[in-house]
């Protein structure tokens, strides 16, 4: 089986693939190679001696836009870590084995600005292909305004639109989101409903 499946190996490096590099298997600590297996028609990463395939595939990273509606203002928190450091976004981040997209997007939103909310619906799906994630966000009404930055921001703040800082976004997920988010907001105040928003982010990330 094993022998069979490098009779498909290809003289190829992870830079010429999609594929995050990886040299040792996870499973058994013995080289992989980069092969296309039998009934694939991708290369993956395959070890030699194991025989396991170790399939790559996106990451779902999950956030909120906590919401004070009282004086319609928008929580965003400032990035303690990389990358980004210094810019701002919304409470968002990898969603972990055995919760649901909810609960991450609460979770993260309690760890990253010590925000309590209560989701209100999906709102943005973002296709960013290039970095092999996919970003949800879902809309959320604050609880209250005992809010405070976790370890993984440097401060946690209330927006207006108007006092947005845009240049300062970290990400195009998050500018994406707010402008939705306000334009929908506008909408709602003439008695139209939230949507739901779905885009593809092909550009890179300003480094
Ligand atoms: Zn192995």
């Known amino acids: 089986m094993v022998d069979s499946l490098l009779n498909f190996s290809i003289a190829m490096s992870a830079s010429d693939t999609p594929l995050l590099p990886m040299n040792f298997c996870s499973d058994c ?6 092969v296309i297996p039998p009934d694939d028609n ?21 956030g909120s836009i906590p919401f004070w509606q009282a004086d319609e203002r928008v929580l965003l928190c400032r ?77 946690v703040k209330l927006f207006r639109e108007e006092e947005i800082p845009w240049d300062e976004i970290a990400f195009p997920t998050v500018s994406q989101t707010l402008k939705l988010f306000f334009d929908d907001l506008k909408a709602h105040r003439e008695g139209r409903p939230f949507g ?9 990330m300003r480094a």
């Open 42 to 62: 991708r290369l993956r990463h395959v070890c030699g001696h194991c025989g396991t395939i170790h399939y790559q595939n996106p990451k779902m990273v999950v």
């Open 196 to 204: 739901f928003h779905s885009h593809d982010i092909r550009k890179r």
């Open 79 to 155: 990035r303690a870590i990389e990358p980004r450091h210094g810019f701002w976004t919304l409470p968002a981040g990898f969603m972990e084995n055995s919760e649901t997209t909810e609960e991450a997007a609460a979770r993260e939103t309690l760890e990253e600005a010590g925000a309590r909310i209560e989701l209100q619906g999906l709102f943005s799906l973002l296709n960013v292909p290039h970095v092999h994630q996919v970003h949800l966000f879902y809309r959320a009404q604050l609880l209250d305004l005992d809010y405070a930055a976790g370890t993984e921001s440097l401060e």
């Open 29 to 34: 600590g013995q080289p992989v190679s980069l």
